[in-house]
């Protein structure tokens, strides 16, 4: 199985499904899989992107609206963690997981899949000891202390990670970079 592995992608899906496809082109495989750690940004909207915790003049569109339409559909089985750049009011609806667009899958605030054979782990957000052993209170409309405290990690979340049993095997992957 091919996996590709993307740091923070800020939106910016046609970029990285094109390098995708010309990687594979030019080392001749198949990439299956692509995992986005973080920043991903599913913005669908305008909307979305008051609840960006980010400045203004990096509030922008980007590509992700696309796929989430239907105007396009990843090219790759695409999972994704969020992180602290992302519009918190749309992930919130998903707190367990979800699909947010075709072929794209968010783990939510902490969640495990298993895709052929392999389990694959995840928890969004960042860490930030004060609202740590909080539970989540946030909800749109937000203010600017609770847009920020929406995407971060939760004991509760962790808790539920640690659950995690069986891990049987160790899983070699080849990561195309």
């Not at 992700?64 to 790759?76: D, W």
């Amino acid at each position: 199985m091919k996996v590709a592995v993307e740091g923070c992608c800020h939106g910016e899906l046609d970029k990285i499904y094109e390098s995708i496809q010309f990687l594979e082109k030019k080392d001749n495989v198949k990439v299956d899989l692509l995992l986005c750690c973080g920043d991903f940004q599913a913005v669908r909207n305008e909307a979305d992107m008051i609840c960006m915790a980010v400045p203004i003049k990096y509030r922008q569109m980007q590509t992700f609206y696309k796929y989430y339409s239907g105007e396009k559909k990843a090219s790759v089985l695409t999972i994704f963690i969020g992180g602290n750049h992302e519009a918190s009011n749309h992930l919130q609806e998903l707190p367990y997981g979800g699909w947010v667009a075709p072929n794209i899958y968010y783990l939510g605030y902490a969640g495990v899949v298993k895709y052929r054979g392999v389990r694959i782990g995840g928890l969004s957000g960042i860490f930030k000891p004060h609202d740590y052993r909080k539970g989540h209170f946030e909800y749109p409309p937000y203010n600017q202390q609770t847009m920020r405290s929406a995407y971060h990690v939760r004991n509760i979340e962790v808790f539920k990670l640690k659950q995690v049993r069986n891990i049987s095997a160790v899983h070699v992957i080849h990561i195309v970079m």
